[in-house]
């Protein structure tokens, strides 16, 4: 099963700074296996990820570096283009690299198969992938700092773990 990844831009925002020129800053809402988060990225972020992702895929073309981000309309435009832009890789891409979804946020899931990290941890189910153990032993207290006098089986399990880490060719009593 595919996993489900939806990636929007729907909006975006001018910053100022008294250090560099102002710059716009673009919403991007990520959408994976119902799971919903958003990040902001500047366009200097999109272009970075388009050179490294260029050295593992053939990404589509990003949207032009030189504008005026001062006139609304191409800002529109060019929010329009961002989006189309990561939502080609996504179609594009049966394994999507690792540094576009580091780009994105998204954690790297053995059982998502459109990860290139799953290595050997790929399965059809769900039920192998998670977790089979159970605790052997509960303590509802601290056996060493709330000790009982009739309380004798935490004593012979801590003596034994004691002895088995720290005394392990001595022989038991």
């Not at 296996?33 to 990225?41: L, T």
């Not at 946020?105 to 059982?111: K, V």
């Not at 998502?112 to 990290?117: A, G, H, L, R, Y």
């Not at 790929?122 to 159970?134: A, G, Y």
Request: aromatic share 10%; with cysteine; charged share 25%.
């Amino acid at each position: 099963m595919q996993p489900s990844i939806r990636v929007s831009i729907p909006s975006f925002r001018s910053e100022s700074s008294s250090l560099e020129k102002g710059f716009t800053v673009f919403k991007i809402e990520v959408l994976m296996n119902g799971r919903q988060h958003a990040i902001e990225k500047r366009y200097s972020e999109f272009h970075a990820l388009h050179k490294m992702l260029k050295k593992s895929i053939k990404p589509p073309e990003v949207p032009s570096k030189h504008v005026r981000n001062w006139v609304p309309k191409v800002l529109e435009q060019r929010r329009h283009g961002l989006q189309l832009y990561l939502q080609t890789i996504i179609m594009e891409n049966e394994v999507l690299p690792k540094i576009f979804l580091d780009f994105l946020n998204i954690r790297h899931f053995p059982s998502v198969p459109k990860t290139e990290s799953c290595g050997s941890f790929e399965t059809d189910s769900d039920e192998l992938s998670k977790l089979t153990h159970q605790p052997v032993m509960l303590y509802l207290r601290d056996p060493f700092l709330f000790p009982t006098a009739h309380d004798t089986f935490a004593n012979v399990v801590s003596e034994g773990v004691i002895h088995g880490v720290f005394y392990p060719d001595l022989q038991p009593r």
